[in-house]
């Protein structure tokens, strides 16, 4: 016959039993609801659970494990599951088989399951460095941080194995610096020097303590930078010759066939001229490379056109004069020819063709230059040196003396000659001219 399980509120002999009462349907049986223990109970020892499943759940503090009958528990499953109750969910731990009363024979708390909530984070603070410059530190970028770091500042590290957990760093009861945790390392920079701090984080968990100090970062070594020298030439050309160009690059040495050079424009006036060029990095300069490739030896060759050139270059006669100052106004001149050809130099300086006015006093000195696509033969003469008679010798002049004036550069006047031309250049025209060639 059919049996329905009553549980009833009574004691025989101390123990708590179950009824069977009979059904309208005797044809066939149905399993029992619940299963009584060995000696009839029904009554279970049960472990209680607050908060939620896999976010707080915690064990239920006061008595716990606690007795209860199976009937109070909707949709019994046996020992080993789980049910909802008011407070979270619980636990079915073992069947309660005792016979007496008081707590004797219950099971402990630690007999129960873990809560289904995450293990409470571990954190810990530590100091890592004092910056000296501006950028980021081989002490942080070991953890993946490319943080742009102060200089001046230094860098604390909190090292957790959760995300997403809140914690404040305190000095005493002082809140210096608050976050949420990675799972990793986390940095962050103090403006000054900072002693006893401390880690908190959670149901009051902490950790500490550290403290700063002096000690420097490291940095990385910085990436060279990369350059790539150049040279430029132009072929030799019969009326303007050739030419080559070295590039001004930063860290870069240039050498001329062995001797070291400036970068800039180097013009080749004659043909078969050969020239061997070498670029290398200056010796004190560890933060520049050749970029991948670089061109850094050359070897170049001027030489004649097809066809060749004329033997030799259309030859110009370059002329320049001079007048005394007038003892008068105190001011000579002196006299650039303008010649096809040539360029003049006054002392050092390029200079047009024309007449300039001369201080008393002053000394120029004229050099004629040979544009490209022209020459001088080798008598020509293309220096040239002007002395003035100085104002007091104009004022000696006016009591007729003589004045005795120096005569350099005479390279045309050797001999007799050249002591008749003096003669007659102090005595005839009181004046002193220093000429000198200059072999094309």
Same mark, same amino acid.
């Given at each position: 016959?059919?049996?329905?399980?009553?549980?009833?509120?009574?004691?025989?002999?101390?123990?708590?039993?179950?009824?069977?009462?009979?059904? #309208?349907?005797?044809?066939?049986?149905?399993?029992?609801?619940?299963?009584?223990?060995?000696?009839?109970?029904?009554?279970?020892?049960?472990?209680?659970?607050?908060?939620?499943?896999?976010?707080?759940?915690?064990?239920?503090?006061?008595?716990?494990?606690?007795?209860?009958?199976?009937?109070?528990? $909707?949709?019994?499953?046996?020992?080993?599951?789980?049910?909802? #109750?008011? =407070?979270?969910?619980?636990?079915?731990?073992?069947?309660?088989?005792?016979?007496?009363?008081?707590?004797?024979?219950? %099971?402990?708390?630690?007999?129960?399951?873990?809560?289904?909530?995450?293990?409470?984070?571990?954190?810990?603070?530590?100091?890592?460095?004092?910056?000296?410059?501006?950028?980021?530190?081989?002490?942080?970028?070991?953890?993946? #941080?490319?943080?742009?770091?102060?200089?001046?500042?230094?860098?604390?590290?909190?090292?957790?194995? =959760?995300?997403?957990?809140?914690?404040?760093?305190?000095?005493?009861?002082?809140?210096?610096?608050?976050?949420?945790?990675?799972?990793?390392?986390?940095?962050?920079?103090?403006?000054?020097?900072?002693?006893?701090?401390?880690?908190?984080?959670?149901?009051?968990?902490?950790? &500490?303590?550290?403290?700063?100090?002096?000690? $420097?970062?490291?940095?990385?070594?910085?990436? *060279?930078?990369?350059?790539?020298?150049?040279?430029?030439?132009?072929?030799?050309?019969?009326?303007?010759?050739?030419?080559?160009?070295?590039?001004?690059? #930063?860290?870069?040495?240039?050498?001329?066939?062995?001797?070291?050079?400036?970068?800039?424009?180097? *013009?080749?006036?004659?043909?078969?001229?050969?020239?061997?060029?070498?670029?290398?990095?200056? %010796?004190?300069?560890?933060?520049?490379?050749?970029?991948?490739?670089?061109?850094?030896?050359?070897?170049?060759?001027?030489?004649? %056109?097809?066809?060749?050139?004329?033997?030799?270059?259309?030859?110009?006669? $370059?002329?320049?004069?001079?007048?005394? %100052?007038?003892?008068?106004?105190?001011?000579?001149?002196?006299?650039?020819?303008?010649?096809?050809?040539?360029?003049?130099?006054?002392?050092?300086?390029?200079?047009?063709?024309?007449?300039?006015?001369?201080?008393?006093?002053?000394?120029?000195?004229?050099? !004629?230059?040979?544009?490209? &696509?022209?020459?001088?033969? !080798?008598?020509?003469?293309?220096?040239?040196?002007?002395?003035?008679? *100085?104002? =007091?010798?104009?004022?000696?002049? !006016?009591?007729?003396?003589?004045?005795?004036?120096?005569?350099?550069?005479?390279?045309?006047?050797?001999?007799?000659?050249?002591?008749?031309?003096?003669?007659?250049?102090?005595?005839?025209?009181?004046?002193?001219?220093?000429?000198?060639?200059?072999?094309?």
């Amino acid at each position: 016959m059919t049996a329905t399980v009553l549980a009833l509120g009574m004691s025989l002999g101390g123990a708590s039993v179950a009824v069977a009462a009979p059904d #309208d349907d005797t044809s066939e049986s149905a399993p029992a609801t619940v299963i009584a223990s060995s000696n009839g109970s029904a009554k279970v020892f049960v472990c209680k659970y607050v908060g939620t499943p896999g976010v707080d759940e915690r064990l239920q503090t006061g008595n716990n494990p606690i007795s209860v009958s199976v009937n109070a528990i $909707p949709d019994y499953q046996g020992v080993g599951s789980y049910f909802a #109750d008011a =407070q979270g969910r619980s636990y079915v731990l073992g069947e309660d088989n005792r016979t007496g009363g008081g707590q004797e024979g219950e %099971p402990s708390v630690s007999e129960c399951p873990a809560p289904d909530a995450p293990e409470p984070a571990v954190m810990n603070i530590t100091f890592m460095c004092k910056t000296v410059e501006d950028g980021p530190v081989l002490n942080t970028e070991y953890a993946g #941080d490319a943080t742009e770091w102060d200089a001046n500042t230094y860098i604390v590290r909190i090292r957790s194995d =959760q995300a997403g957990v809140p914690f404040q760093v305190k000095v005493g009861g002082t809140v210096i610096h608050e976050g949420v945790s990675i799972a990793g390392d986390l940095f962050f920079a103090l403006d000054s020097a900072t002693g006893g701090m401390k880690v908190h984080w959670g149901d009051g968990l902490s950790k &500490g303590t550290a403290s700063t100090n002096e000690n $420097p970062c490291s940095y990385p070594e910085p990436e *060279p930078t990369l350059v790539t020298p150049a040279v430029n030439s132009t072929a030799f050309d019969c009326l303007f010759g050739g030419s080559f160009t070295l590039s001004e690059t #930063d860290g870069v040495v240039w050498t001329i066939d062995g001797e070291t050079v400036e970068p800039g424009l180097y *013009p080749v006036p004659l043909a078969g001229t050969d020239v061997e060029i070498v670029a290398s990095i200056a %010796p004190d300069r560890d933060d520049i490379e050749f970029s991948d490739g670089a061109q850094t030896t050359w070897n170049l060759s001027f030489t004649e %056109p097809e066809g060749g050139c004329l033997d030799t270059f259309p030859l110009v006669v $370059p002329n320049s004069s001079f007048t005394l %100052p007038d003892c008068d106004d105190l001011l000579g001149t002196y006299t650039l020819s303008e010649t096809e050809g040539v360029s003049w130099l006054v002392n050092g300086t390029a200079t047009e063709p024309g007449t300039y006015d001369a201080e008393t006093g002053s000394t120029v000195m004229v050099e !004629a230059v040979a544009d490209f &696509g022209f020459g001088f033969a !080798a008598e020509t003469q293309t220096e040239w040196e002007y002395t003035f008679v *100085p104002e =007091q010798e104009c004022t000696d002049l !006016a009591g007729g003396d003589l004045p005795t004036l120096a005569l350099t550069g005479a390279s045309d006047l050797t001999g007799a000659f050249g002591l008749a031309a003096l003669l007659i250049t102090l005595t005839g025209m009181g004046m002193v001219v220093a000429r000198r060639r200059v072999d094309a």
